[in-house]
């Protein structure tokens, strides 16, 4: 991997400041899943090292969450200058562990380090409140502390801004971090840890613990008393285990889980926005987001043109290396999302879907898939129920305003949502009917640092950027002043 600093690249966790290795020796490869190739070795941490981190994030809270919201702001305010520098080499280390198109992939960085500059800045207005009182002699104040130690888990689809948007809410209010991020990207992970370290956070503020056991670490994590918030983002599956496994402490969650988001275009829409939006909305990141579109509802008038431009469009993206210029779509992560496409593709196939692009496996190499378009799909299909995680769109056509309200709340995911049309009553009520946490109207990207991202249903709970993100990592105190 080439790069400007090769400081970047430090395949090791970092603990209370320190970079260090598993007490057992082990460590795991991390591997390009464009290549196969074996980028580096990371260890592989379990128990004993864990509840080290969190001893260090322990020790570390008292001094640093005593410090003003303007100091940690102006660390806080460094580590994102840092990440903007270094921008193109961060960029380099996601492509490489990731496989996302490195204009993609610096896009994330950028986006990962709006946070950081966002909650630099929001951590100076958590403000409390003063009520008047409820008897002469009273008066009531209300203000808001840090939770404390949080634990935070992340997925591989956004190995920079996933972390980014949950710790620096976090670190801004005055919490310490331990980290977990995902088995098949640690290095982004480790890249930032080393720009915190530079930006002058104090030792144990933020910890990194890499593993490839994660079950064990999330048991200790999720089991401490010292640990008082979690912050997930990953599968329902995995979700669920670890709030279950949250309740004997009962600590503070938020949880940002699967998506199955509907894409609906009714007859006055602007075709020509809707495909652009289909198209950055499904084929982002190759699929696998947990806000990519994953049903696309066509209304009648509209279907055959649609569906003609779609493929127009979609004929045009390039699979390929996400280092090489001019690719649209990178690998999928693992040999298991690329089976769970194939499987869907071959389903919904079987259940009648025209393939009118793609449909199969990409000769760029192991992992590459083409992006697939799938006409005349419907709610039988695998492909209505499960999220795709993977660049392949199923196109339903419907009818009526109220049978694609049903058909889209049918599911019990509910995080993203998004549909085109022009009539403004249509989309107030489309937008109020619709049952999920995000709705971008006439338009397919509404991930942004100052809106609240979330789910309802069993998407999860909880709103990770904007003035309601910072919310999630405070407590709330209220103290009633006597004899007055
Ligand atoms: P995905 O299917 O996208 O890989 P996962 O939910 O399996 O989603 O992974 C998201 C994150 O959760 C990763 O960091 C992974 O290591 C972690 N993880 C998976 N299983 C567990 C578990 N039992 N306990 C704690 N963390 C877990």
New binding site residues.
């Given amino acids: 991997m080439q790069l400007s600093n090769s400081k970047l690249l430090k395949p090791h966790a970092y603990i209370d400041g320190k970079w260090s290795d598993a007490e057992s020796g082990n460590t795991f490869p991390v591997n390009d899943p464009a290549t196969g190739e074996e980028l580096a070795t990371v260890p592989d941490l379990g128990r004993a090292e864990t509840e080290k981190a969190v001893a260090a994030a322990k020790a570390a809270f008292p001094a640093w969450s005593k410090k003003t919201a303007g100091e940690r702001s102006a660390i806080l305010r460094r580590w994102y200058e840092l990440m903007l520098e270094n921008v193109d080499d961060l960029a380099m280390i996601l492509t490489s562990e990731q496989g996302k198109p490195l204009a993609e992939a610096a896009g994330e960085i950028r986006y990962g380090a709006s946070f950081v500059e966002w909650f630099a800045e929001e951590g100076k207005r958590a403000y409390g409140d003063v009520i008047p009182g409820h008897g002469t002699d009273k008066r009531i104040t209300v203000i808001k502390q840090p939770v404390g130690v949080v634990a935070a888990?992340?997925?591989?689809?956004f190995p920079n801004a996933m972390i980014t948007r949950k710790v620096a809410p976090a670190l801004a209010v005055g919490c310490t971090v331990v980290i977990?991020?995902?088995?098949?990207t640690p290095l982004s992970a480790l890249a930032l840890a080393h720009l915190a370290g530079e930006a002058g956070f104090p030792p144990g503020v933020l910890n990194i613990i890499t593993?490839n056991t994660?079950?064990e670490?999330?048991?200790v994590?999720?089991e401490s008393e010292v640990v008082r918030k979690l912050s997930?983002?990953?599968?329902?599956?995995?979700?669920k285990?670890?709030m279950r496994?949250c309740a004997g402490t009962v600590k503070k969650l938020s949880l940002e889980l699967g998506g199955n988001a509907p894409f609906i275009v009714f007859n006055d829409a602007d075709i020509a926005g809707a495909v652009a939006g289909a198209v950055a909305s499904k084929y982002r990141n190759a699929g696998q987001t947990c806000v990519c579109s994953n049903r696309i509802y066509v209304q009648a008038g509209v279907y055959d043109k649609f569906v003609k431009d779609l493929k127009k469009a979609v004929d045009e993206l390039r699979v390929g290396d996400g280092r090489q210029d001019g690719v649209d779509i990178g690998p999928l992560?693992n040999q298991a999302g690329l089976d769970k496409v194939e499987a869907l593709v071959a389903d919904a196939k079987e259940k009648g879907a025209r393939v009118l692009a793609g449909g199969k496996r990409s000769e760029q190499g192991d992992l590459f898939y083409e992006p697939t378009i799938l006409a005349d799909a419907d709610q039988n299909m695998d492909v209505a129920s499960t999220e795709i995680?993977g660049p392949v769109a199923p196109v339903f056509k419907f009818e009526t305003e109220e049978e694609v309200i049903r058909m889209a709340n049918d599911t019990p995911f509910g995080l993203a949502a998004y549909f085109y049309g022009r009539d403004y009553a249509l989309i107030w009520r489309v937008a109020e009917a619709l049952e999920y946490g995000m709705v971008g109207i006439n338009t397919g990207m509404i991930s942004t640092a100052i809106a609240p991202f979330g789910g309802i249903k069993e998407s999860g709970f909880g709103r990770e950027g904007s003035k309601y993100g910072l919310e999630d990592y405070l407590e709330t105190k209220y103290m009633c002043w006597g004899g007055v």
């Fill in positions: 888990i992340t997925p591989w689809n977990k991020p995902a088995e098949a593993t994660p079950k670490v999330g048991a994590l999720t997930f983002t990953g599968s329902t599956a995995v979700g285990e670890l496994q992560i995680f």
